[in-house]
Structure formats: C-alpha cells, structure tokens
C-alpha cells in the first residue's frame, strides 16, 4: 500500500461530489419518506427504517418484500470504450441483489432498465447475455424490464453510444428473520469474502487515473494485471446470493451482511446496532487498487473510501461461527478473511489497523 | 381532426426508432427470459407471460406480486426548459401504478431512480414534492430509491441539468383474479377515462414540433391552451389507481384494464383474448393535440400512434356494466366515454371509426 501524498485526488474532482448528493438526498427524502400506502401499517408499511441496504415492504402474514434499485454507474463508459457489452448486465444484477440479501432476503427477480441513447440490436444482445449469466449466479428471473430511447438525455464515450442500466430487485423475508445488525456483541468477527476486482464502484476516479492521468490504451496489457486496465474494470461484480442463503439456509446465526459498495468498510456502519469494528487483517491489496493508487498518488483515505480493496461482502457472526462461514464461502469459490471485531466501546468508527485509518461519518482519517 | 398530408413526420424522425428498439428488445429478451428463479415453478416463478402491462411473480399462498418499471422519457427536458420540477415526479409514479392496476394489482411501493449529470438540492426538493404527490394519489410508499450523478452519462437542455427519472413499482395481486383479458366476448364495450393532456408518451415528437417546428418559446402563452406550452406538456399523467381499485373492491366484473400509453389505442390489444375493436366514439380532441397535429402538419395515423388523444386508460366490461365503471370514474374526477365495442372477428384490430383509421401490428392505417 503506497503512503500518502499531502494532496490526493478526492473522489469529488472525479465528478462524484457526496455532500452535494447527501444535501439533496436529504431533501428529496423529506417529501418521499412521508409517503405511504394506506395508514402506514399492516400490509405495504415500510418494516425497515431507512439506511438499510434494501427497503423492506410489509406483505402480510409475516413476510416482508425486500426492494433495491441500483445502477452501474459509469462502468458503461469501460464496456463503450472497448466494445465490449457481455458482462455490464452482471454488474447490474450483482449490484441489486447483493443490496437484498444483506437484510436477509433471498432474491427472486429483478427489472432492468436501459436507458440508451441509440438502440443497436447487437449491443442489446451482448447485455442480456450478462443480465442472464447475472440471473443464473443469483437465482432470480428477470420477467420484464424497459428500454427508453432518449438521444437528448443519455450520453456516452462517442456520439451513439451513450448507454445508462439499471435493475430493481425484489426478494422475500420472513419479518421475524430480517438480519439488520441486531444483537452484535463485543468480539464477534467480522469475515470478509474476496471481491472480483473494483467492483461497481468508484469507476469514475479509475478511470480518470488510468486513461487521463497515467494515459493507459484501454486494450493494452498491463504487467500487473495480466491483461489490459480495460478487461480488469470489466471484471464482473462478484455475486454473493448463493453463500449468503447458503449461510442463513445452514442455521448460521449471522448479525449482519454488509455489500462493501462506495464508501468501504463504512458499509459494516449501516446496521442497526451501535457498535465500531477493529480489522487488523485485510487481504493482499489487489493489483488494480495498487495500480491506481500509485498512478494516481491516492491518499489510503482516499482509497478506502472509495474503493473494496479486496473485500466485497461482509458477514458478521459470533467467533465460534467464523470457521463455518469461512467454509459455506470456500464452497461457492469465495476466499475468505477473519478481517476483525466488533467493539462497543467505539461505536460507528471503523478502524483499519494496517493501514492506520479510522472512519467515521463518510470519512476515513489517519490514526 | 386534421386530415393526413401526404407526407407527415414520423415518430422516428423524432429521435424514437421503435423498428429498431424492437429489434434490440427481442434479442434482449432471448436471454433474459430464460432467467429462473429455481426450477421456474412455485415461489418465485413468473405468473404471466411477457406483453402483459406489469409482470406477476408467484409469492406462493396464491398471492402474486406485479411488478411493472418505467420512466418519465424526455418530459424531463421540457422541465428543464422551464426550471419547473414539481410534477415530474408525479408522471414517474403514475408511468408505474397505472400498468400495474392494468393487471388488476393493488399498488403498494415504488422505488425511483435518479441519474443527474449534478446534484442540485433545490431540483431535488421539487422531484421530491412530486413524487410525494403522485404517491399520495397512488396510495404507495416510496421506500427508497437511488441517486446516480454521471456527468458522462446524463445530459440535457443545458450544461448541468441532465435527468433520467425512473421508476419501478409494485403491488399485490391475487393470482385467482389477474385481470388479464379473459372472458371478453363481442359487444362487451371499452369505457376510456379522459387523460390530462400529453400524459408522458409522445414528448419527443410534441417538443420538436411545438419548439423547432413551430418556434414557440416555452413560456409563452398559447391562446389554444390559456397557457404556455412548456406549462401545458408539463401536465402531470393522470393517476388511475383510485378508480380501478375502487371498481374491483366494488365487484364490477372487469375483463381487461388498459394503459393507454404509446401506441395509444394499440394497447387495448396487450391482453390475452383474441379480441378486436370497434371504436365509435371520442372525445373532442384536446388542444395539444390540435395544436400539434396542425403545426407538424402531422397524419392521423401518426397522431393516434403516439399520442394518448384524450383517453388514458381503458376498461372493458359487458355492457350493463359501463354505467357503474362510469360513476366510479365521475366519483373520482374523471369523464369517460363509452368508446366503442369489443369484435372477435377482427382479432388484433382497432377500428377508430370518427377518423377512418384501422390498427393492427404496430401501426395505423387508412380504411
């Protein structure tokens, strides 16, 4: 891991300004919270308060429909770059699921919603092949969807390419059984499951320091990667449905899921109960984040706020179920880490020890 | 009703390619559909074929949920010429509630989707009150959403204001009364229910020939409208949900809903008989519609393919019941008119008779 330079990139010079988002989401949220089916109890009542990775609606009966929306965000920009369309849709898929099963929700189906600039029939093609390759490695069907044609609203990397997807999925819970953070004590381990490369997130810094800054060509080969920077983006979103239902489906008495997305290991935060995390393992830095990293002379702040850095799904249980975990991920071809443990005493602080970063609201800071 | 001229523009020439969106859709739909959730039956599996207006997915205990997404297209762009953004959010949800009565469900939730080329707060708190509005009229939750700010990837009117608005919904159904289109049998009658102007199909075209064609300025007042015309294409789509929840609580045997979206009177065919239709009788066409027509100098057959020309959602009950689905509409605000009657000799066929028009796979013709 490089050390930081005094003045790093911020993910906010690469177009993604947070606070600006946050000031908005506040207030689209004030007026859309108060939204409500009926009285706002029983059957359609939110179950869930906000924050969560998925909403979770009140079906009656005692079981809950969990809901996620996501995109892909500007990883089209990659796939456009080097004509290359076949795994996007696991991107999306992978996105939107990994969001319901960390309430505990087992994922059933997802619409996709491709906004394009210009329909190209073979284009179209190659994303429903990853769309049904994502479907496949999350066990869900894909029944409908909707494809707008907007040539002043969606753009891309050159005129006729400008492409935008994004899925909604829906899953089931027992209401009794959400896994929200609930009952997390002091010395329970956090076991983190390998990601598939960047992931999903922070596309827009990558690819600002591949292309611009260390003017990368997206097809050629990168020594460190084995293949081009291009290919390496492209990596698909790792699809963590089929060890986390196997977890729950085996008894494991799992605390809390967490889909490490934008911000991090901040992700372990969005849980309901009060506590901080210690990880002093992490898993080898990846070649990608390195790459980055060094091209780019990105604070560790920086980088852990805005990328996986090998970890794309957190699990957290009772020590004495770490080993089991460990096992039911191997099995469906994820290495796994014991990364640390929860402490009350520092509530809403995530410390990463090797490198010497604290975060907390939103940030990450030295030690 | 203007006659044709010979050569009127097409809905293609307005940046809308639906030759080639269909082409991109079936190879799209290839692979999706063959996505499972399990073994495709039971829990999870898909409860109605595709074409319908919403998917149904099997919740098991005989309850199915519909799900339906959809966005608001380039009405965003007329809100942006205006800076006008309070209702928008009113079309998203009514884009998504009103296919999903379609199938005879109760709307419970919607998701949104925002993709922004920026962030602007105040923009956000004007989406946020529509959305609010249009909730409060669907009687559905908005349990959460997302916000994607790509400044590669949304653009609009101006530097800055690029929006995409999407949304998905969902609701319950109970498989036993899917309202799908069975059981329509000839002389059973289409009541339609008055839409409230343009609704959110056919912006493309309205915008080029209302702001290029006939160079209107947006925030000038049109003597055929009272008011301008950026004001007049901002209507807010009609919310059916009331009516038609109403109508089924009520017991009034309905064969088939319809959301009279584009392609217009096309969709009374999106249902399972083989029925056709002969319509008799429309409303005075609104004034957008006049307008439009006259300044693009636009055919018939164009105009009732992409505009919804007064009618927004349809129902087709036996005769004895248009009277009752009559006064559940008056009840909640909406004239309707008992358009025309149901013919199983003409499977797949619309007659518009007041303007001499046939439609039948996609497209209208002269009789």
Known sequence: MTQTPATGATYADSGVDTDAALSGLDRLLKWVARARHGDGTGVGASAL???????????????????????????????????????????CVAMNVNDLICVGAEPLAMLDYLGVERVDADIFEEIGKGLHAGAELANISIPGGEISQMREVIRGVSDGTGLDIVGTAVGLVDLQRL???????????????????????????????LFKEMNLAPNSN????????????????????????DMLREGIPVKAFSHITSDGFLNLLRVRSQMGYHLHTLPETPAIFQVIQQGGG??????????????????????????????????????????????STQPGRVFVEPVGLMGEDDRFRRL
Request: charge should be negative; avoid cysteine; hydrophobic fraction near 45%.
């Open 179 to 209: 896994v929200v953070g609930d009952g997390i004590e002091d010395g329970d381990v956090v076991v983190g499951l390998q990601s598939n490369g960047i992931h999903s997130n922070g596309l827009t810094l990558a690819r600002r320091v």
């Open 298 to 343: 990105l604070a560790d702040e920086e980088m852990f706020l805005v990328f996986n850095m090998g970890i794309g799904f957190g699990v957290v249980v009772a020590q004495e179920h770490a080993t089991v975990v460990q096992a039911v991920s191997r099995r469906h071809g994820f290495d796994s880490w014991i990364l640390g443990t929860a402490d």
């Open 49 to 91: 308060e906000p924050e969560f990775f998925a909403s979770v609606v009140d079906l009656g009966g005692g079981q809950g429909l969990a809901l996620s929306t996501d995109g892909v965000g500007t990883k089209v920009l990659v796939a456009q770059m080097v004509d290359k369309y076949d795994t996007i849709g696991i991107d």
């Open 222 to 245: 990168v020594a460190e990667f084995g293949h081009s920077a291009a290919e390496e983006l492209l990596r698909p979103t790792a699809i963590y449905v089929r060890p986390a239902m």
